[in-house]
């Protein structure tokens, strides 16, 4: 296995950098950061001084190194398709911000682009590197929980207008969605991950009243959602997500089965199996990022992915969330998103999910 130092260029210098910035830090002996980008030159100063890692002016200062290996794209949803063809197109690995894209086709196009390129793409969706992840993925894959039931997962946390009051935050052209795309895409990944895609979903989705009250709100996306979905092996299962709850509580995945049951609230694992058996695991149930900071977490699993990306790369295998497997949150999403709007139209509240 290879064990080169990486030269990586960033591009997207906003909120969601920071933890970007110190796992480049902390990885400073695998990395080799040539320059971080925006257009802005405010932000790129600012970013500096906070971080004192090296910016440039230019993309194309980035794009156009012979000796770049690859980039991290954090910019906003709607700009993914487009920045991502044009890495490809330089011969550049991507680890990309969540989500996607801002639509279905531009997802597909982003995957479609790295795969036709040879290249390695990368996702963003740090929940599966949390030790109790991990813990109850294993268990799920050995059977301690039996046949699967009865799931459900809840991701009631709290976004005040202020943020929502941002140019382009919460708006469908620019996120390409609310709740589920922006906020619950990381968890609703995580329950992907452990139980896979469901076949049917029916449900609803909604503006709540606490924007569409507020003129300073830019937002036409959902943030109350509520959802039943039928999988295959007889399993029901329910999601409720919003940013409406004040003042935030811990992201929780419940799954029972005939064996025992399991609890994931924020990264604290409770597991009770029927033969008396107990186990923990992972840190306590704070909320970690659910409340009026959304950036109120620590950087210890976007290092995780960080990481993860460059042993993919030197090993020459797929990234543990690649484009492929970060289709199966957006496929999921969309059929939400599809049965919440059937439903509106009169024309039914159930649709079939599909593959991505």
Known sequence: MSTQRRRIGVVGLGMASAPHAQSLIDLAGRVEVAGCFSPSAD?????????????????????????????????PPDSHAGLV??????????????????????????????????????VVLQH????????????????????PLTAAVSVRWWRDNAYYAQ???????????????????HTLDAF????GLPERIAGFAATSVLRTSDPAVGMDTEDVVATALRYGNG??????????VHPGYPERIEIAGTGGSAVLAGDRLEVQLVNGERMTAGADGATLGGGAD???????????????????????????????????????????LEASGLEASGRGASVEVGTP
């Open 128 to 147: 599966r590197f949390r030790d109790s992840v991990e813990r109850l993925a294993a268990l799920m894959r050995d059977g301690a929980l039996g046949r």
């Open 167 to 185: 140019p382009g935050r919460g708006m469908k052209a620019r996120d390409g969605g609310g709740v589920l795309l922006t906020q619950a895409i």
């Open 235 to 244: 399993m029901l299962a329910t999601v409720n997500a919003t940013t409406a």
């Open 294 to 336: 959304p950036m109120a977490f620590s950087h210890q699993h976007h290092r995780a992915v960080l990481s993860d990306f460059l042993d993919a790369l030197d090993e020459g295998r797929r990234p543990r969330v690649d484009g492929r497997e970060a289709l199966k949150v957006h496929r999921l999403i969309e059929a939400m």
């Open 192 to 195: 992907v991950g452990l139980v």
């Open 43 to 75: 932000r790129r100063a600012a970013f500096a001084a906070r971080h004192g890692l090296p910016v440039v002016d230019r993309l194309e200062s980035l794009l156009e190194d012979p000796a770049l290996s690859a980039v991290l794209l954090l910019t």
């Open 85 to 122: 063809a044009r890495c490809a197109a330089a011969g550049k690995h991507v680890l990309l911000e969540k989500p996607l894209d801002a639509t279905p086709e531009g997802a597909r196009a982003v995957v479609s682009a790295m795969e036709d390129a040879g290249l390695t793409l990368g």
